[in-house]
């Protein structure tokens, strides 16, 4: 299955700035859920998968917020092989990555959603297409029910204005949080792909779609960027101030207080590994955490003291746990 979804992706690929953008959608997602375990991972690169992906995302995807986000999705999904790293790093996806994540920040920073028209009736600011078609259903005597289900439909597709809205704030963001999750996933354990994100002004790109405006309330992009940061400078502390020289200090706790249940971990282990100070201010972890460095960390190094029936839970030993004192 993954050869011959990556050979129907690369046949769609050839179409350059003709390709169908929504077929493209359809097999980079059904590449990813394919690619379930590290062989069809490797399999899929090896078939051509992550290069054709590569390739949509440096140019024809990026005029579909749906299409980017799916193709990220499967970079990401691929990252998870160590095989599959070193070749991200190889065919220059850092740089392909980066410049989606950039491109749907600004998109979505600047995208209007529509709205209808103040204190007016609600059908006065659908489009003329939409009410000539209610209008038409309702002299043709079509159930009410019926009526009001193709409404809900259209509405979900084109909004009020009747243009798309694929390209909404949301869809830009839901890409931008792909994107940087996929470039998380590649950093995750392997110094060379951090030091190539310094090269490529990546920490910069982050950062940014991390505090803007539209970025800051989108819980997605917040974790994935919080994952990104904890990952290139864990093994690679040479990185810290270049990450620092950054705004991401003050957005990784602006993180945690305005998403704590989504970024309450990852932006407090973001904030240790950068260096900084107070990082596990309003966090109150209490069990033991695998970091991305490979290194358990208990709650007293983390700097809090543990939750010792939260202890005695996880260990399986209920109310029967003997105290540490015993």
Do not use: W
């Not at 809205?165 to 995750?188: D, F, I, M, N």
């Not at 994935?224 to 502390?237: G, H, I, K, L, S």
């Not at 620092?244 to 602006?254: F, M, P, Q």
Request: glycine residues 8%.
């Amino acid at each position: 299955a993954a050869t011959a979804l990556c050979a129907a992706l690369a046949r769609e690929a050839e179409a350059g700035d003709d390709v169908d953008l929504r077929l493209a959608q359809q097999l980079a997602a059904a590449t990813r859920h394919v690619a379930v375990n590290d062989d069809i991972c490797r399999e899929t690169a090896e078939r051509g998968g992550l290069t054709t992906t590569l390739r949509l995302l440096r140019g024809p995807v990026t005029g579909s917020a749906r299409a980017t986000k799916a193709c990220a999705q499967l970079v990401r999904q691929l990252a998870g092989s160590d095989h599959v790293k070193g070749l991200i790093l190889k065919h220059d996806g850092i740089a392909a990555l980066a410049h989606c994540a950039r491109v749907f920040a600004e998109r979505a920073a600047t995208a209007q959603a529509p709205t209808p028209k103040e204190n007016g009736d609600a059908n006065v600011a659908l489009s003329p297409v939409m009410r000539s078609m209610l209008e038409s259903g309702s002299k043709a005597g079509l159930p009410k029910s019926i009526q009001e289900k193709f409404q809900e439909k259209f509405l979900q597709i084109y909004g009020r204005t009747g243009e798309d809205v694929s390209e909404s704030p949301s869809s830009c963001l839901a890409a931008t949080e792909q994107c940087v999750g996929a470039l998380a996933a590649t950093c995750l354990k392997n110094p060379e792909a951090a030091t190539a994100c310094a090269s490529e002004n990546v920490f910069e790109i982050v950062a940014e779609a991390m505090s803007s405006d539209v970025g800051v309330a989108h819980a997605g992009v917040q974790r994935q960027a919080c994952m990104f940061f904890r990952n290139a400078v864990v093994r690679n502390p040479e990185l810290r101030s270049v990450a620092l020289a950054t705004s991401a200090e003050a957005s990784l706790r602006l993180a945690k207080r305005n998403h704590p249940r989504h970024c309450g971990d990852v932006a407090s282990a973001a904030l240790r590994d950068l260096g900084c100070d107070n990082y596990n201010e309003g966090y109150n972890p209490t069990t033991a955490v695998m970091g991305a460095d490979g290194v358990v960390r208990t709650p007293e190094e983390l700097g809090e003291e543990p939750d010792l029936g939260a202890v005695r839970a996880i260990a399986g030993y209920g109310s029967q746990m003997p105290s540490l004192a015993e």
